[in-house]
């Protein structure tokens, strides 16, 4: 880059004033000549005197030099400062820079060269994003002024005079230089004056001329000759009328002239670009984000423009704004550095799907902020909505929000007007006024705005208000609870699956018959297969598609089928779960319905799926056929649909192929935590244009990027047309909450080690705080991450049950024999063995047993009434269970021989002790009055927190239903083993059980019993979907930061009664330091939590593992 | 005998089940006190108690009155209470500090004993002194070689110390 292309020009506030009316020459001959006038450029320009001045009506903010120069702003290298130039527009600085080095010297072409590429520019089939049509708009005069500007620096290439004077026409004219004619066609620029440029400078562009390059006037005499603004196909949008404002008298070659140019747009203007055919949408597949010679002359057209608009100072008075156009240019520099960028992501895998794996890359997430920006415009109008009836084969009662949204749903299907007015303007168009023409150097004020509107990423102009459109049938259904960085579900218990199906019910009919061709047709391919009887294809043929498909993640399908039958008259609605190995011939199940005689009488078809069958039927069907994807069906609706939000994974490739004439995507959170997870919906609501990726991607993902507010209002602007949101929280048209929900009463129990647990606690800790310490100091905590999680874990363990990290040592609670009764009788024949002297006593203890089965026998240790009393069964003297086995434990501490508190017989051991357990008042009549158990189960502080609880409730609601989570699953058998000894009925869901069993399960534990009934839940099963709201006590047993979803399985919709909910922390142990972290919120502890030990690190992660062992 | 337990203490929820224990002992001292023995808790520490004992009838040590101190230990009832004589007595089992040699205070303790059967016992001590087993070798010694003397210094000592018509100990 040499200096004289820099060299920039200068700028005038009255072009009428001679003395200001320097004009620089920036061409290289005259290169020294510029550097004492580049002082204080742009400060000499006052925007708002525009107007105001008499002749030179706009005053014209020149730019400076050449297109290397503007280069330079774009990536920062020059300066910044030039927020003070108004601009028309920014956004197409990069592009334009293309242009004008291809129309000067070689030497920029490379530059540029590389942004061209990682560009995206619309491709040319989308421009039928622009609703609007070339308008009469009579009261338009074309051409229609829309301002001036002056070319301070033009000068003479030829001396004497007479050729010119003042006020003169100036004929404008492309140059006609051929040194690159194709470029020069191709760029659609005019030239400005019939002169060749001296010297080096081969052509003079219109833009270039703006750019204050060097220009020429004619020397001779100009007349009124208009020079177009050519686009390729030839057709002229602009035209300029050119004035000699200023020369000297007598021309000398490069005398400085002034010239000002009045910028007239034709009516070609407003014509819209044509689209590009479908060839072009083909090749688009394999060379997305590059560009065709259409589409590059479209973005040159566009930058020419937005450089004009520029030039004269016409700003846009809506829409894209200038503050915004400042970050748009960031993000055309940007643009380019972000591949290289992109590059670097970490990948990582992810589920997605029914456990599909994929990887992804780590975008820039999205905060919660921006979500709830996003969200809110959606929402803006939705309190006032309408409300619709379901249809009459719906059986439940629908709440006011539940019919705003079938309303919504209904009214998005049937293409009815929107049920939300969308009066946005489309996001990409901004509205500009067409400048009063200054006449005799006074302005009509009183003279309405004239309005036309620019889409500065299309360069399409239009005089019609541009509307956000939808152009697709259906929409994303958003419930969900309050926004959680945990969440994995949306919440079912706001009803989504009853609104779905209500949806189905009220909306059958087919849709408008037009599209009968197509489908029939699209039958006949699939009648290749010669797969049905004859007979059946003309019923098909003629029949519009009826039957709504339903996606669902795995653990939901029962779900789904359930609430269906539960929402619906018997025999209204036919429900098909297709999936697992047996699954119906699909089309068969279909025909049965789809007679047209019976169309009124038969039921309703759904198919339910699961994204898993859904994939590995596309899989099957590249090859052969699949009927999910030879279907047309009516709906196709998507439960959790962010399951599918990498649009490169294999569940999103399926469900991208059905086919449906209705979409909906059933989500809580359709942004997870990327906008690109938002693509994925709309590409399967197949929501255009949004729905390719490139565009999505230029207008949402890149802006957002960079930090442009551009990319959310495009998205909010999205959603507000097709997304109905609705949160746990949200009011409704009366200000009520949407759903009362009873109060959830959260309390976290604190609660000590005994001193045994204690002490394997602390050696256990001890040891893995100096292995830590020694890591550290060999500075290999990086390297050995695993290692150190794994050691957390471990502790993580011990809290919870000792037994978790002593396997070989004690086995007796890992493995308990069935549930350690004791015959009664058996115990008293070993003891009379033992001692024939004690018989009388013996017997006098089992009466005794049986008589104080309601009666309070006193411990001898607590000297209180006995809770769970136990034997020794060497002398039948009885204790406290808690007592005595402190008691032993102290003992065995001690190193002292372990006896009977009472009579000293010893040595006892804890496993010897017999339990007396009372039967539940409810159990079979004809179980003894009392059970004796041994006692060779190990209890821990959580576990004995957790059956003392327990036993509380039931004492106070007999019948009563809880929920225990865990995340481990030893933990969970130890409980299980616990409750089965305490006779409690208990049930297991965790991620070993298959379809069928969860099913099952769940049912079990939701039937109407008078016995309490707990359910032991793993915390990575029971994230999904489940509905348990048949419980109101809750306990988490371990990792309670995670615990939200976990509880409002619980505390939903449908849930009538209060929801206890507790949390077991042991005081002063690892939970703790978890708890701080936890506050940190960082990466560490969702990994360990996640029990998913990789190889990488930070050093947030390490002061972690510091906090962890308690440094800091 | 007095009692006086800080209401705030009774029922107090938070206290723990060793706690209770001691409180409820308490409280039964008071109810169903043991003949020829009283003990009171300090009003500011539960667990420190202030105990006479009269000597058992047909002892040498008739007719006085004891003073003794009773500490609860934290790990009590799973450990013994500390026991000791404040007043001077002549016994073999008991030396000058007023330690008591009771097997029950150490290696027999049961945590089903509790503080009254502690203190009965400490009172059939005094009946049935045991010089084979002595904390106080110079009084044992006595007591083997001469017990009909030893029995009269320890009547004298009861008179002398533990006399409560005297006022002295």
Redesign the interface.
């Known amino acids: 880059m040499t200096d004289s292309e820099q060299a920039p020009a200068l700028f005038f506030t009255g072009s009428d004033d001679e003395d200001m009316a320097m004009a620089l020459d920036s061409n290289g001959l005259n290169a020294e000549s510029s550097t004492a006038a580049r002082v204080e450029p742009q400060r000499l320009f006052l925007p708002a005197e525009s107007d105001d001045e008499e002749e030179n009506i706009p005053v014209i903010p020149q730019k400076r030099g050449s297109s290397l120069d503007i280069y330079n702003e774009i990536y920062g290298t020059a300066d910044m400062d030039t927020a003070d130039i108004p601009r028309a527009s920014s956004v197409s600085a990069s592009s334009m820079s293309e242009y004008i080095s291809i129309s000067s010297d070689s030497e920029d072409v490379a530059v540029p060269e590389s942004s061209r590429k990682k560009q995206t520019v619309p491709p040319a089939k989308k421009r039928r994003l622009s609703p609007c049509i070339p308008s009469a708009s009579d009261n338009i005069r074309f051409p229609v002024y829309i301002g001036e500007f002056l070319v301070p620096n033009a000068w003479s290439s030829i001396s004497g005079s007479g050729y010119v004077k003042i006020n003169d026409i100036v004929n404008i004219e492309r140059d006609t230089d051929h040194s690159r004619p194709s470029e020069q066609v191709e760029k659609g620029k005019k030239a400005v004056d019939k002169h060749k440029a001296n010297g080096g400078k081969k052509q003079v562009s219109l833009v270039a001329m703006l750019k204050a390059q060097p220009t020429k006037v004619s020397k001779k005499r100009t007349n009124d000759t208009i020079v177009r603004l050519v686009t390729k196909k030839g057709v002229g949008i602009i035209e300029l009328h050119g004035k000699m404002t200023d020369c000297p008298s007598k021309l000398t070659t490069g005398a400085n002239l002034i010239v000002s140019v009045d910028v007239y747009l034709l009516r070609t203007a407003f014509i819209p670009v044509n689209t590009t055919g479908g060839d072009d949408r083909s090749r688009a597949i394999f060379v997305e984000g590059l560009e065709t010679d259409e589409e590059k002359s479209l973005r040159e057209r566009k930058s020419a423009i937005l450089k004009l608009f520029e030039v004269v100072g016409l700003r846009p008075q809506a829409g894209v704004t200038d503050d915004q156009k400042k970050s748009e240019r960031e993000v055309q520099g940007n643009d380019s550095q972000r591949t290289q960028a992109s590059r670097k992501l970490k990948k990582h895998v992810e589920i997605v799907g029914d456990d599909e794996e994929i990887e992804v890359e780590d975008g820039e997430d999205l905060s919660k902020s921006d979500l709830d920006i996003i969200y809110k415009r959606a929402q803006y109008h939705d309190q006032g909505m309408g409300e619709m009836e379901p249809a009459e084969s719906f059986t439940l009662t629908l709440r006011g929000y539940q019919k705003q949204a079938l309303f919504w749903m209904d009214s998005l299907e049937s293409g009815k007007k929107s049920a939300r007015e969308a009066n946005s303007m489309h996001p990409l168009w901004s509205e500009y006024a067409f400048p009063a023409k200054p006449d005799g150097g006074c302005i009509d004020l009183t003279e309405d705005d004239k309005l036309f509107y620019l889409n500065p990423y299309s360069g399409e102009m239009s005089l019609d208000f541009p509307k956000s459109e939808r152009n697709c049938k259906g929409g994303i259904l958003a419930v969900k609870l309050l926004a959680n960085e945990f969440q994995f579900s949306s919440d079912v218990g706001m009803g989504k699956t009853i609104m779905i199906s209500a949806l189905i019910q009220s909306n059958l009919g087919p849709d408008e018959l037009v599209e009968q061709g197509t489908s029939s047709k699209q039958r006949q391919l699939k009648l290749n297969n010669a797969f049905r009887p004859a007979k059946h294809r003309k019923n098909k043929a003629s029949s519009p598609p009826s039957a709504t498909l339903i996606v669902s993640p795995t653990s939901l399908i029962d779900q789904w089928a359930e609430e269906i039958e539960r929402s619906s008259k018997p025999g209204t609605v036919k429900t098909v779960v297709w999936h697992g190995q047996n699954r119906d011939d699909l089309n068969a199940v279909l025909e049965d319905g789809d007679d047209d005689e019976k169309r009124h009488t038969n039921p309703i078809q759904i198919v339910i799926t699961s994204y898993g069958t859904l994939a590995s039927e596309h899989a099957k069907a590249e090859k052969s056929s699949s009927p999910v994807f030879d279907v047309e069906w009516l709906r196709v609706v998507l439960d959790e649909a962010h399951s599918c939000k990498n649009r490169t994974s294999k569940t999103a490739k399926a469900v991208y192929a059905l086919r449906a004439r209705r979409r909906w995507a059933v989500t809580g959170t359709p942004i997870v935590n990327k906008l690109e997870d938002l693509f994925s919906l709309l590409k399967f609501l197949e929501f255009r244009p949004w729905s390719e990726f490139s565009f999505f991607n230029s207008f949402i993902t890149l802006p957002f990027l960079a930090r442009d507010p551009k990319g959310i209002e495009v998205v909010q602007v999205i959603l507000e047309s097709i997304l109905l949101r609705r949160e746990k929280n949200m009011l409704d048209n009366d200000g009520k909450k949407i759903v009362d929900l009873p109060l959830k009463d959260i309390t976290v129990e604190n609660l000590e080690f005994s001193p045994m647990e204690r002490k394997i606690y602390d050696s256990m800790y001890d040891s893995a705080k100096r292995s830590f310490d020694q890591l550290r100091a060999k500075g290999l905590l990086s390297k050995k991450y695993t290692h150190i999680l794994a050691m957390l874990m471990r502790l993580r363990r011990a809290v919870l049950h000792p037994n978790l990290v002593f396997t070989e040592n004690d086995e007796r609670a890992l493995s308990p024999v069935g549930d350690g009764i004791v015959d009664v009788n058996e115990l008293i024949k070993k003891f009379v063995e033992n001692d024939e002297q004690s018989n009388v006593f013996a017997e006098a203890v089992l009466n005794d047993l049986d008589d104080q089965v309601e009666g309070a026998l006193e411990c001898?240790?607590?000297?209180?009434v006995m809770e769970t009393p136990v034997i020794v069964p060497e002398c039948l003297h009885r204790c406290c269970k808690?007592?005595i086995t402190?008691?032993i434990a102290?003992c065995e501490m001690k190193g002292?021989e372990t006896?009977?508190?009472?009579c000293?017989r010893g040595p006892i051991k804890q496993s010897d002790l017999v339990e007396i357990v009372r039967p539940l008042p409810s159990s079979q009549k004809l179980q003894p009055g009392l059970i004796l158990r041994r006692n060779d189960f190990t209890s821990s502080t959580k576990l004995t927190a957790l059956i003392h609880d327990l036993h509380r409730i039931r004492s106070t609601n007999p019948a009563f239903r809880a929920v225990v989570f865990s995340q481990f699953t030893s933990f969970l058998d130890l409980i299980e083993t616990a409750l089965k000894r305490e006779q409690f009925d208990h049930y297991r869901y965790d991620g070993t059980l298959d379809v069928k069993r969860r099913h099952s399960v769940i049912t079990a534990f939701k039937e109407i019993s008078d016995r309490p009934k707990v359910l032991c839940i793993s915390l990575k099963a029971g994230g999904v979907g489940l509905n348990l709201t048949v419980a109101n006590y809750v306990f988490m047993m371990d990792c309670w930061w995670n615990s939200a979803t976990a509880i409002d399985r619980v505390h939903r919709l449908g849930q009538d009664k209060t929801v206890y909910v507790k949390h077991y922390i042991v005081n002063n142990t690892i939970e703790g330091r978890v708890l701080r972290i936890q506050k940190r919120k960082t990466a560490l502890v969702k990994e360990a939590f996640r029990g998913a030990g990789k190889d990488k690190e930070d050093p947030d992660s390490i002061e972690n593992l510091k906090i962890m062992f308690g440094e800091s | 005998m007095r009692l006086c337990i800080p209401i705030s203490l009774i029922g107090c929820s938070s206290c723990t089940q060793n706690e209770k224990r001691i409180i409820k002992e308490t409280e039964r001292l008071v109810a169903d006190p043991a003949p020829g023995i009283t003990a009171s808790p300090h009003d500011d520490n539960l667990r420190y108690f202030d105990v006479t004992i009269q000597g058992p009838e047909g002892s040498p040590f008739q007719n006085g009155v004891f003073n003794l101190e009773l500490f609860l230990p934290e790990e009590y009832p799973m450990a013994p209470p500390k026991v000791r004589f404040l007043t001077k007595i002549y016994h073999p089992n008991i030396d000058k500090l007023g330690r008591i040699c009771l097997d029950i205070l150490k290696d027999k303790w049961s945590p089903a004993l509790q503080i009254r059967t502690v203190l009965l016992s400490v009172q059939a001590l005094l009946s049935a002194p045991n010089p084979d087993d002595p904390l106080a070798t110079d009084v044992a010694k006595h007591y083997k070689e001469n017990e009909e003397d030893a029995q009269r210094v320890s009547r004298e000592w009861t008179e002398k110390y533990a006399n409560i018509n005297k006022g002295v100990n």
């Open positions: 001898p240790i607590c000297l209180d808690d007592c402190t008691y102290t002292e006896k009977c508190p009472t000293s």
